[in-house]
């Protein structure tokens, strides 16, 4: 979240799910999880905004996206 910070992204803790990122060629895989505090209300949704935004996280991390991507 530091770097996401760096280019403009700056994120509250109920968007601050990503928990780990790893590669293996060109895949991404990422895990992520919804703070405590919001798990409550989570069946309303297929998947949680705040859980999907965090995965997105990854997108960034992973090095899917240049920096240059980012500050768009």
């Known amino acids: 979240y530091p770097m996401l910070a760096a280019v403009g ?15 293996r060629d060109k895949e991404v895989f990422v895990e992520a999880a919804l703070p405590d505090h919001m798990r409550a209300g989570a069946a309303r949704f297929g998947v949680h905004p705040a859980l999907l935004d965090s995965v997105m996280h990854g997108i960034a991390v992973g090095g899917v996206l240049t920096e240059s991507e980012l500050a768009r």
């Open 9 to 23: 992204y700056e994120y509250g803790p109920s968007f601050r799910g990503l928990r780990s990122v790893w590669r």
